[in-house]
């Protein structure tokens, strides 16, 4: 499985998971993460299709992946762009305005929305699976046809412009904003998904650059269309020729910047007395990769470190009570991007212990490995949490959306977790000997003291 670290407030490990072993499947696909065969189909115009068949009686979700995210905001000074579409989509099109939307969404018993992160924006809706053609036709219109006046444009800007101001209101994002500005140079992970502020400032001056990036990026080749439930890829396949069969692909590829080796630590603090002191080391690490061990070998040491079930955890938390919190993830991204450790402390004082602490931990592993059978545990434990945490198709879809995004394939889900019975004590000390180094390290703090006082 792969473990995601969501950076809230202050965020533990959360296991997105996958279906259950189910009664279905050939004894192939059975010893595969999913039990379950992808269908794939590429059309004419480069769109994928896939459709997993899966027992859920009347009931299907209907999920679009757009590979598009912050990372593709590579000019200067329109950031946000990839977000701000997650809202503009559902302004509604000619055939389809926003009220008629709603109402052909409620007649197939459907909830619409979207998301979006650093490589890619989803659109997703489940509902009766009798009424898949009419997904069909309200997405694949909005998809090609979309339509909006500068006037709604500039409405829905000042919409993001007031989500971000909300989100800001939170010391927490403050300093997560202020982190990715530090710990990046030149890649596009250098802001966040809502865009560096003043670029949201100007978002309402910036009319024809929105249908610039939607000419660009809303393509048939940037996206996957996700069928999963209780439907057949013949009727999927039928479908998503007859809606999508005539969208044009487009030729449009962002050339994003590669960020330059770090070679000393960062530091970056925000001074605030108001919550309680917080600690985040920050370390660069990989790209998600389903044929290198890096990234589920991270996953497992991680786990192994700072999940609530830790010695670290269990010392730093319950027995010396020193920290309210303390866990650690690596982000899944297309490029190299950052594995966090985050503590909240008590006491500020307690900043640099816990600090030492954790970096005693890292160091342990470096020289004594970790022992054969908690290794063997932890990979049973991510994978079949994983493996047991998904049983209806809006989460086997999200699932393999995640995975669709990192690498345009939805078997990178089974590819990974092919991987996670092959690591070894050797490929854990190997990694956190390549990424957990000083040199890669940005330290976060908060405290209600000017400086975060941490070396």
């Known amino acids: 499985m792969k473990v995601l670290l969501q950076f809230l407030i202050i965020s533990s490990l959360i296991f997105t998971g996958m279906i259950t072993f189910a009664k279905r ?25 896939v459709t997993v068949s899966f027992d859920s009686p009347g009931l299907a979700a209907f ?16 950031t946000g762009f990839a977000h701000f579409f997650e809202h503009m989509m559902f302004r509604g099109t000619d055939k389809y305005p926003r009220e008629e939307y709603n109402k052909v969404l409620k007649s ?16 997703h809706m489940t509902g009766n699976a009798e009424e898949l053609e009419k997904m069909f036709a309200l997405e694949s219109d909005r998809f090609k046809n979309l339509n909006y006046s500068e006037h709604d444009f500039k409405v829905e800007a000042g919409a993001v412009k007031g989500e971000y101001t909300k989100n800001y209101a939170s010391p927490y994002s ?8 530090t710990a990046f140079e030149k890649h596009t992970y250098k802001h966040t998904t809502m865009g560096f502020f003043e670029d949201i400032v100007d978002m309402p001056n910036q009319f024809e650059y929105s249908k610039e990036f939607f000419n660009r990026y809303y393509r048939p080749e940037y996206s996957t269309v996700i069928v999963v439930g209780d439907v057949t890829p013949e009727k ?70 700072f999940s609530e079930s830790s010695e670290l955890f269990k010392k730093l938390v319950i027995d010396e009570q020193k920290a309210r919190f303390i866990g650690g993830g690596a982000f899944d991204s297309r490029d190299p991007n950052l594995i966090s450790i985050q503590a909240s402390l008590y006491k500020k004082e307690d900043m640099q212990y816990i600090k030492d602490e954790i970096m005693k931990a890292v160091e342990n592993v470096k020289t004594r490995g970790v022992d054969e059978n908690l290794l063997s545990e932890t990979k049973s434990h991510l994978k079949y949490s994983f493996a047991m945490g998904i049983d209806n198709p809006s989460t086997i879809a999200n699932s393999l959306s995640h995975y669709i995004a990192l690498t345009g394939d939805p078997e990178s889900i089974n590819k990974l977790y092919d991987l996670y019975d092959k690591i070894t004590v050797d490929d854990i000390m190997k990694v956190v000997k390549k990424y957990y180094v000083s040199t890669g390290l940005t330290i976060a703090t908060i405290s209600q003291d000017a400086e975060g006082g941490v070396n």
């Open 108 to 123: 197939v018993g459907a909830g619409a929305n979207a998301n979006t992160s650093n490589d890619r924006t989803v659109y």
């Open 236 to 305: 999927v396949n039928k479908l998503a020729e007859k809606y999508f069969g005539d969208w044009k692909h487009g030729d449009y590829v962002s050339e994003v910047p590669a960020e330059p080796l770090q070679t000393e630590t960062k530091k970056v603090h925000l001074q605030n007395g108001n919550i309680p002191p917080y600690l985040s080391l920050n370390f660069k690490g990989t790209a998600f990769n389903d044929a290198q061990i890096d990234m589920p070998a991270i996953d497992i040491l991680n786990t192994i470190l």
């Open 174 to 181: 403050q300093i997560y904003e202020a982190l990715l500005n």
């Open 63 to 78: 999920y679009i992946v757009v590979r598009v995210g912050s990372r593709n905001e590579v000019e200067k000074g329109v």
């Open 25 to 49: 499947g050939s004894n192939t696909d059975e010893k595969k993460i999913l039990p379950y065969p992808i269908n794939q189909t590429k059309l004419d115009n480069w769109l994928n299709v």
